[in-house]
């Protein structure tokens, strides 16, 4: 996955970026008419981006393709998500590079076509701060006489705001409940609380891969996303929540040896710095990328060696 700015983009394109959350989540907060009009059971992600490779750091959008009810079936409506953790002024600037460069990229992969697929827009937002960005691209240009009102584009778009929901009107199956009051609790003044209740609640996924993968991104968003939960803490709530789950006693067993092996490249890493001077980023990169017994293998060669290559020779 690209790098993004923050862990909320990360915790969020991982995921809404699952198939059944997304649909879940669409199934709960479309409109009755738009879910009346589309095959919600024909809803696929997009591979497709629409920001540049020098933008990731500052968009996450995520894009669904699902077909309309009408017609002969080829329609398409294409599902803009964009997440903000902060009030964006200029979200209607970049939704609107979105849905121009959706555009352009359909006439690459329809070379005949006549008209482009209608775009439905949808900001998540779950900050701590009022979402008070405009919500009309009208809005963004001034002055603006109305003489030249016809001729600068208009839209809107969709506004999910789960910082200003109650915890009762969070809707959906345990998956996406789960993800939509982690995104909203994340800034809670008490985050190791707020962290043990959607333990609990993961201990209700029926999927056990599912139930793992979204234990290990939960953990990662509340330990770098509130800044206020360390790994100790997050090893203490596994184990008081566990209750002999065998989930819980997968997760914590491999959550415990990835403990144990980020320290191993904490330690290898410092004594290189020590010996030999600061490693060089490829030299960072090969260290993080190690198994257990090969960091064992260097640790032991770094008391004779006399260059970092022959330490990782």
Known sequence: MDDLATPHDAFFRESFGRREIAQDFLRHHLPSRLLATIH???????????????????????????????????LTIYLLFEHKSTP?????????????????????QHPDARHLPPVYPLVIYHGERLWQA????????????????????????????????????????????LVQLAMRWIFSDEPIARLRELLNLIEQVADQAT?????????RYYVQGTQRVDEQ??????????????????FIDRYIEQGRQQGEVRMLLRQIEQKFGPPSESVRQ???????????????RILTADTVDAVLH
């Not at 059971?41 to 540049?52: C, F, G």
């Not at 566990?242 to 989930?247: A, E, K, L, Q, V």
């Not at 090969?286 to 032991?300: F, K, P, Q």
């Open 88 to 108: 964006e002024h200029w979200t209607l600037l970049q939704l609107l590079r979105y849905i121009a460069a959706e555009g352009e990229q359909h006439r690459k």
């Open 211 to 219: 139930a793992l993968e979204l234990l290990e991104s939960l953990l």
């Open 286 to 300: 090969r260290i993080a990328e190690a198994d257990a017994d090969t960091l064992l293998h260097w640790s032991e």
């Open 233 to 250: 803490d997050a090893r203490r709530l596994l184990q008081q929540t566990s209750n002999g789950d065998p989930i819980m006693q997968t």
């Open 40 to 74: 919600l059971d024909t809803l696929e992600i997009s591979k497709d981006t629409y920001v540049s490779k020098d933008l990731r750091s500052a968009y996450s959008d995520l894009v669904y393709r699902v077909q309309c009810r009408n017609g002969d079936g080829e």
């Open 134 to 177: 405009p919500r009309s691209f009208h809005e963004l240009v001034a002055p603006l006489p109305d003489a030249l009102k016809p001729f600068v584009p208009q839209f809107t778009y969709a506004l999910h705001d789960l910082s200003v929901r109650t915890d009762a009107e969070i809707k959906g199956d345990v998956l996406t409940r």
